[in-house]
């Protein structure tokens, strides 16, 4: 994975996100249920301030009336019942506005109307004693009331412009929160993009890399997986999923080597079969082409082996061969390929390995079953199981791998028909041809002269 793409990201946890959108619920049901009420106070007191601007309007035409009627005639007692009960309505009117102005706090117009109504009693008096104050008591209230008119007004216009505002500061507010989520929203799904969508696009492809062509690839998938998808860089869903490729390429591994071990195993004896053994063989001739090495097998047969089986039985037959490929596993190093090549004949691939080192481990294995007591083992001529084995080794004996393996075969040949029991290096097998060559050679001079 780049570097650049190794940068740690918080893992997202829906939970807080729940959290966060229940809360917000909570509280944008909560605030517009609180603005519906504060907004519902606001506009009943606009408009109460307005229905009282309304009836100071009012209450100033009465007045004016009066003061008209006053200034036109005294001495008419219809009109003057008529002014006595229009003054009367008013004190009560002024009543009624004193208390609809403390509930509003419109303080100025309260005060204005309780000091106002003991003015409105005399008056009531002046006009029934026909006095003149009565008339510049009139005049004076007018002024007053004007002024009190004005600031009504004003309070009307201010109580009407706080509810437009308060809608606004709502709508503003809302708008904000809308902006916030949207933001959120996007940051949330860009944040989840990266850590889910982006990361699982980077494993696909990784993965179709990894098996394209590898047959081993399961392995190197599960490694590069645990390697380079590291749980505090992405979400736990990603890592959920990375952790189940992991263990199913692990599983996936484990049943191939199971299903690889019945595919290249002979199962008589456990060991490689051929099969497995030449594709080894292909292989690391071929390395050893390539890096200038040496690769060395032997050709092993057990000696006398049809004799014993006549003797004993195929059941004892194949037990024998079952105990000696337990000595040849136990015997080889790791790196070496045991198999059965067919029959009593097994064949021991040594990678890396000179001729010297093969043939001290060939020799010491023939020496251990020379030595390991097997069932009725005296049956056979000589009286135990041995056996014989040819060594050759690439490039000093052959040219390929198939060669390789008639090299072998030939100086496990030599082993057999020069006693038994013994280990043969192909070198050996080509210096006395040579010098069967050269005696051949000597023979047919002496002849000819």
Known sequence: MPETAKTSFRPISFKPTIYAGVLFAILLFGGTAG??????????????????????LDFRSTLTLIDQQLSVTHDRPEVLQNIIRNTKLLQFR???????????RMHDLASWMKSNQLVLEKMIVDIEMKRVEAGNRISLMILELDDIILKTAIDVRLSSGKVYDTVQLFFFIVLAVLVVIIISAGWVIVSNYRQTVMPLNQLAEKLRMLNEELPESFHDTAEEVKKNIRPEEFSNDVNEITDSIVRFCQNIELKNKKLD?????????????????????????????????????????????????????????????????????EECREAD?????????????????????????????????????????????????????????????????????????????????????????????????????????????????
Do not use: C
């Not at 106070?41 to 009282?52: F, G, Y």
């Not at 002024?94 to 509003?104: T, V, W």
């Open 94 to 104: 002024s009543i009624n506005f004193q208390a609809r102005a403390e509930k509003n």
């Open 337 to 449: 390929i045991p198999a059965r090549f067919g029959g009593e004949e097994f064949a021991i691939l040594f990678p890396r390995t000179n001729s010297r080192k093969a043939i001290d481990i060939v020799d010491r294995l023939r020496e251990i079953i020379a030595a390991e007591p097997f069932y009725h083992e005296k049956a056979v001529p000589g009286g135990q199981l041995t056996i014989s084995a040819g060594i050759a080794t690439y490039p000093d004996d052959a040219v390929d791998w198939y060669s390789l393996i008639n090299k072998a075969d030939k100086a496990l040949y030599r082993a057999k028909q020069t006693g038994r029991n013994k280990v043969v290096h192909f070198r050996e097998v080509e210096i006395e041809e040579e010098g069967e060559s050269e005696q051949e050679k000597g023979e047919e001079k002496k002849a000819g002269e």
């Open 261 to 329: 071990e019945l595919f290249i195993k002979d199962e008589k004896t456990n060991l490689y079969n051929y099969r497995h053994f030449k594709d080894h063989l292909i292989v690391d001739v071929a390395r050893a082409k390539r890096y200038n090495e040496r690769v060395s097998m032997t050709m092993i047969d057990i000696d006398r082996f049809k004799a014993y089986n006549d003797a004993n039985g195929h059941v004892a037959g194949d037990i024998v061969l079952e105990r000696m490929a337990r000595i040849i596993r």
């Open 35 to 56: 603005f519906i009420v504060y907004e519902g106070k606001l506009q009943k007191r606009a408009d109460e301030v307005q229905m009282i601007y309304k009836d100071l």
